[in-house]
């Protein structure tokens, strides 16, 4: 089952950044945490006011917050450069580009 309803924002609360269960602790300071190697349980004795799932829900909402899909990139995207009046794609025959 999903962690993820324990995720709250309020605009009135830590700058309108998600926290943990209307906590002001922000999922990003749990994700930090874990970053730097602190275990649940070193974690839960800092702070007792967060429970077990709130560890799982600052994980399962960073997940679904890097699950964005890919932009597709044009094979032109990658030659354009602001000084050009024209997109020109290199892949484009000579035959084909206006003269």
Request: a positive charge.
């Given at each position: ?22 906590l002001r602790i922000r999922f990003k300071d749990v994700l930090d ?67």
């Open positions: 089952m999903s962690e993820t309803g324990r995720i709250t924002v309020d605009p009135a609360q830590c700058g309108g950044h998600p926290c943990l269960r209307g945490l874990l970053a730097t190697g602190a275990g649940r349980e070193e974690i839960l004795d800092d702070y007792p006011l967060l429970e077990e799932g709130d560890i799982t829900a600052a994980l399962e909402y960073a997940a679904r917050q890097s699950d964005h899909p890919a932009p597709r990139v044009a094979c032109c995207a990658s030659s354009w450069t602001p000084n050009r009046r024209r997109n020109r794609c290199s892949r484009r025959s000579k035959s084909s580009a206006p003269a």
